[in-house]
């Protein structure tokens, strides 16, 4: 094989070129496999027909991308605007505090609904806008991390 940077042939075992001291591969001036000029764009040696650019590195893929488990921000977020009362887009991201304490009060407010309706009403209604809010502000991106902290997809 030949030194890339300087075209000096190698032994195949050197680690580096005896002649410019590159390390074996770095370099874009000669074909590796026959030593003759070539252009750094090429990407093959119109000598010999080798890859000049080694061996191609295989994209591992998304490999490191298997741990989180995104949760949909549109998801929460129309889950946020129409069952907002009931906090269920907070269950949904895992805001399990806020979630409850939603729908305690909104489970409550119905509750009580025979005897004192305008305090149902209210407490409904203030519920509902405060997911209707936070709803919007996950569609927005506002809010755009769940309860543990993993970003929204
Ligand atoms: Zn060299
Ligand atoms: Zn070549």
Avoid: R
């Avoid at 030593?35 to 650019?53: E, F, I």
């Avoid at 407010?109 to 005897?115: D, E, T, V």
């Amino acid at each position: 094989m030949f030194c890339k940077n300087c075209g000096e042939q190698m032994n195949d075992n050197a680690q580096f070129c005896i002649k410019c001291g590159v390390a074996k591969g770095v370099g874009n001036q000669y074909c590796a496999n026959c030593g003759k000029p070539v252009n750094p764009n090429q990407a093959v040696c119109l000598n010999c027909g080798c890859q000049l650019n080694g061996p191609v590195k295989a994209n591992g893929g998304s490999a490191a991308n298997g741990g989180t488990d995104g949760k949909s921000k549109v998801t929460a977020g129309l889950l946020g605007v129409f069952l907002g009362c009931f906090g269920v887009h907070n269950f949904y991201l895992g805001y399990t505090t806020k979630a409850v304490i939603q729908v305690c009060v909104s489970g409550i407010a119905i509750l009580l609904s025979c005897c004192t309706f305008g305090i149902t009403l209210i407490a409904t209604l203030g519920i509902s806008i405060w997911g209707l809010v936070e709803g919007i502000l996950i569609l927005t991106g506002k809010i755009d991390t769940d309860g543990k902290g993993n970003p929204l997809v």
